[in-house]
């Protein structure tokens, strides 16, 4: 079975602090995605990224960044400079092959952001 | 263009009443995906079809049956719900199937279900 932990259950930042949402997941297999989603109040999930398990590349978009490290099983995410408009839940995500073909979410991070 | 649309964006009905949610997307997308959140919930994974067959079902209640006209179209078919069955419903669609280089899921912005 795959699992995806998210151990910070709530984090509340002042506007332009920088936040680091934490995810360790656990799998079996050698080939897997990670995946970040936020899901603002209005309830839609929104794709933020994916990456194969085979590219340990960290990634950054504007104010996101993603560190990605098999060797202890994470997939971080930081937001640099936070905006009112990060305020949100982000779900951390897993997909395996086989039988863990389907998405295991981790149980997402409520993200408060001041102003 | 990545968008998953979902109606009706909010439902009431009773335990006797039929009911059917719709979701649509016109990405060419082969995967498409129901899924149940409570409050405060990660999102539960109940169907998927892919290349309009059912490929996966968890164990989900019969009263929830769901239908893919079309590789655009996937339909749930609510029938004798309990209140319990109150949740956020979500449906989701990916290019590929897991095992694809494509396999990123698009939510829609869901359907607030409350069943009294």
């Known amino acids: 079975a795959q699992k995806v932990t998210q151990a910070q259950t709530e984090i509340s930042v002042v506007e332009k602090e920088d936040v680091t949402l934490d995810c360790v997941y656990e799998t079996r297999d050698t080939t897997y995605y990670l995946f970040w989603y936020k899901q603002p109040p209005s309830g839609e999930l929104v794709f933020l990224i994916r990456r194969n398990s085979f590219d340990e590349q960290n990634e950054i978009s504007g104010r996101y960044s993603w560190n990605f490290q098999k060797s202890t099983s994470s997939f971080n995410f930081t937001i640099t400079a936070s905006q009112v408009v990060d305020s949100a839940v982000y779900f951390c995500a897993l997909l395996g092959t086989g039988a863990n073909s389907k998405l295991t979410f981790g149980k997402g991070i409520t993200l408060s952001v001041r102003p | 263009d990545t968008e998953v649309t979902q109606t009706p964006k909010h439902l009431v009905m009773g335990m006797t009443n039929k009911k059917s949610l719709k979701c649509e997307q016109h990405?060419?997308?082969?995967?498409m995906y129901w899924y149940k959140q409570k409050a405060k919930k990660p999102p539960e994974l109940m169907f998927v079809y892919s290349y309009e067959k059912l490929s996966i079902n968890e164990s989900v209640p019969s009263r929830f049956s769901p239908e893919c006209p079309n590789s655009s179209l996937l339909n749930l078919h609510l029938h004798a719900l309990q209140p319990e069955d109150s949740a956020l419903y979500l449906c989701a669609s990916s290019q590929g199937s897991s095992v694809s280089s494509y396999n990123e899921q698009f939510f829609g912005p869901g359907t607030r279900l409350t069943v009294l």
């Open positions: 990405m060419g997308h082969r995967a």
